[in-house]
């Protein structure tokens, strides 16, 4: 399974989690540059699939909000 894959069963707390880890080991430094590249490039997934459930909390709220008005 590819990491997209497994990505879209992450929960945003899984996400999130699994992002701060990866900010963690890049601040703290002393990886190699292929490591760090790798750590990049799985922060930048991990970003994406938290922006997805922050876009899809932002598009419900929105609807119900637009029910709401009507």
């Known amino acids: 399974m590819t990491d997209a894959k ?3 069963r992450l ?3 899984q996400a999130r989690a699994e992002l701060a880890g990866v900010v963690e ?3 703290a430094g ?3 540059l292929e490591e760090s590249l790798a750590l990049w490039e799985r922060g930048e997934q991990l970003a994406e699939t938290c922006q997805r459930w922050l ?3 932002r598009a419900r709220i ?3 909000r637009q029910r709401a008005e009507e």
């Open 6 to 8: 497994k990505d879209e």
């Open 11 to 13: 929960s945003y707390e």
């Open 25 to 27: 080991r890049l601040e």
């Open 30 to 32: 002393g990886t190699s």
């Open 55 to 57: 876009d899809g909390a």
């Open 62 to 64: 929105d609807a119900t």
